[in-house]
């Protein structure tokens, strides 16, 4: 399990957008906690990939790139670790 | 950084006005000047402003064709093509197209109409949720709900769509949004962050170019998007280096270069492939390590050490780990790259592999073969010529055997495949460039799939030159069957198809047909001579295959040759 920091500047369409890449991108979403305000937002993921093949900071790189997202983070977790 | 349009614009004392008349003033101050579309009900506010502007709008007869077309404007002028659609099924018409920009980061903006503002969610007439269906395959989309906000929405649309790594930006206008009157905010943008370069990576690079014994310089569409052939030529020259190219990559450096080994990949040049294998330092520049490009992922260059530069720091590192990854501007990037590598050896054997593979053109039979054909149109046509494929055998022919000294002059549907690309792609690219001697390469799967463009392409009195290279079949589907579903052809069938040359004549466009390989001489002299747009239909034999080809899941030096 691993997680993804990130913060955006908060658009319509913004968190499906982020949502949608990372499970695309070949993880299964397990949590997800979202905050938004008028001058930003942040939403953290504990993602799981589907496959051994996926590399993270993969993924975190590919959300740094969408016009919305100002910084991704990472933090390792672990399966069942509490939040 | 210069301040763009939108800084500049529009004045403190903007008067108001519809946001239709707003879409169209933005776009005229973004210097657009060619416009792809097709009207429907949301999409009319922002027709009737159209007319008495300076926007040119070419009507096609097929959305799809539309996006296609803006598409190869963007490749060709590096600036977002424009394309224009209703909503509902105007608005899915542009998905092929939208995701073909995408796939191949071109810059486009396309811009929907939608259902007025109440109606948005209703399941109303020809209401679709575009915002949300092109989400995978946009850069950045808006869904504009202020009419005030149209300036700076189509400001950042423009600058988003050409900035870092290109791609779509999708629109998506309600009709109300259009109609009503307003005074617009005024735009502001902030300036990009430029981000500096990472001097310890340079220097590592220089050491690892200036140790290695056997380097490579693979390059793709990158070079293209970030403008960059100078500087890659440049570093090329005074390194020495041999170079392989990805189907995008092709024309970054020209194809007659002594140390230009080809296509690399799938179906690339047996130098390139035994090069990439034998390497011990990789340099790759703007390209992404795409499977057609490198066979079995594991087995690609297994000994070489990665430098890795690409204007999009999310690619380094996707499938293969550079020891180097610099992402940042190419040019700057290169022009810094200094070490000289000693390798004139290394540099000979790569000459030697080529010379001893190149392809040959003495095929049996009288009947047309389709790469002599194309090694000689392109020679004929010269350096000024822009070739748009569709995409099957042909376009593999394209990319092995015509001759490119510029990037722009091979636009092909690398990422996404896209069958029906080439002649909406040749309208686009004869807008773009109409000095330019345009050439469009189709097979006739791909051709019937935007055939109705024949009635553009009469309407405009655009001068495309069409080879439809025919035989009759889905090509290379029936290739792979042949060869790895054990000849069980399925669904490749397409002997019905109808006569060609007459299916242009009923456009009204000149059209001929051959069959012989003595009547391609003559053949290529009437395409380049005839000022207006023609077509000439080349029967082929259907047996005829794409060598060489790397079998799936295997190394790129595991290839099949053909048998002559």
Request: glycine residues 10%; aromatic residues 6%; contains cysteine.
């Amino acid at each position: 399990m691993e997680r993804l920091s990130i913060e955006f500047m908060p658009a319509e369409g913004a968190l499906v957008r982020m949502l949608g890449l990372v499970e695309r991108r070949g993880y299964v979403i397990r949590k997800v906690a979202a905050d938004e305000h008028a001058d930003g937002g942040s939403l953290i993921i504990d993602v799981e990939p589907r496959d051994p093949g996926r590399r993270v900071q993969v993924v975190a790189g590919q959300l740094g790139r969408l016009i919305e997202v100002t910084s991704v983070s990472l933090e390792p977790r672990r399966a069942g670790s509490p939040t | 950084m210069s301040a763009t349009a939108a800084q500049i614009a529009p004045a403190p004392d903007a008067k108001a006005a519809s946001g239709a008349r707003l879409v169209v003033e933005a776009l005229e101050r973004e210097g657009v000047k060619h416009i792809f579309g097709y009207p429907g009900g949301a999409i009319m506010p922002v027709y009737d402003a159209l007319t008495g502007s300076s926007l040119k709008h070419i009507l096609v007869r097929h959305e799809q064709a539309a996006a296609l077309a803006a598409d190869a404007y963007g490749r060709v002028t590096g600036r977002p093509g424009v394309c224009l659609a209703t909503s509902g099924p105007g608005a899915t018409n542009l998905v092929t197209g939208i995701a073909n920009a995408f796939l191949d980061s071109v810059p486009m903006v396309a811009i929907t109409g939608q259902v007025g503002m109440p109606l948005l969610g209703t399941d109303a007439f020809q209401e679709v949720d575009i915002f949300g269906i092109t989400l995978p395959i946009v850069k950045h989309s808006f869904l504009i709900r202020r009419t005030q906000d149209i300036p700076r929405i189509f400001a950042e649309a423009f600058r988003i769509a050409t900035t870092g790594r290109p791609g779509p930006v999708l629109i998506d206008l309600p009709k109300d949004i259009g109609t009503a009157v307003v005074v617009p905010d005024e735009i502001e943008l902030a300036d990009e962050p430029v981000q500096p370069l990472d001097e310890a990576a340079i220097a590592v690079a220089n050491a690892l170019i200036g140790e290695a014994s056997a380097p490579v310089l693979y390059f793709g569409g990158g070079v293209a998007i970030a403008r960059a052939e100078s500087a890659l030529r440049a570093f090329a020259e005074r390194t020495g280096i041999p170079s392989v190219a990805t189907l995008k990559g092709l024309g970054g450096i020209p194809t007659d270069a002594p140390n230009f080994l080809g296509m690399l990949g799938m179906h690339g040049a047996r130098a390139a492939n035994i090069a990439i294998d034998n390497c011990d330092l990789l340099i790759c520049v703007g390209a992404r390590f795409d499977d057609r490009a490198t066979g079995k992922l594991d087995s690609f260059a297994p000994r070489a050490k990665v430098i890795h530069l690409d204007g999009d720091p999310a690619e380094i590192g996707k499938l293969r780990v550079p020891e180097v990854g610099l992402a940042g501007d190419l040019t700057t990037i290169l022009d810094r790259l200094t070490a000289t590598p000693p390798i004139a050896g290394w540099a000979s054997r790569c000459r030697a592999q080529k010379a001893m593979w190149a392809p040959r053109y003495d095929a049996p039979g009288q009947g047309v073969y389709a790469p002599a054909l194309l090694k000689q149109l392109s020679e004929a046509a010269g350096d000024g010529a822009i070739f748009t494929c569709d995409v099957g055998q042909h376009q593999m022919w394209v990319a092995q055997h015509c001759r490119f000294s510029r990037p722009q002059a091979h636009l092909t549907s690398g990422g996404l495949g896209t069958m029906g690309f080439g002649v909406p792609a040749g309208i686009g690219a004869i807008l773009a460039e109409p000095e330019a001697t345009v050439i469009t390469i189709s097979g006739d799967g791909s051709f019937m799939m935007n055939v109705q463009e024949l009635a553009t392409i009469r309407r405009y009195r655009l001068p495309l030159k069409i080879v439809l290279i025919d035989n009759s079949q889905l090509g290379m589907v029936r290739q792979w069957q042949e060869l790895f579903f054990e000849e069980n052809f399925s669904e490749i069938d397409l002997s019905d198809n109808p006569d060609f040359s007459e299916v242009a004549h009923s456009f009204g466009i000149e059209a001929f047909t051959i069959d012989h390989r003595s009547e391609v001489p003559d053949a290529i002299r009437r395409l380049l001579g005839t000022s207006g747009p023609i077509l000439c239909h080349v029967r082929i034999d259907p047996r005829e295959n794409v060598w060489p080809l790397v079998p799936p899941n295997s190394s790129n030096v595991q290839m099949m040759e053909k048998g002559w």
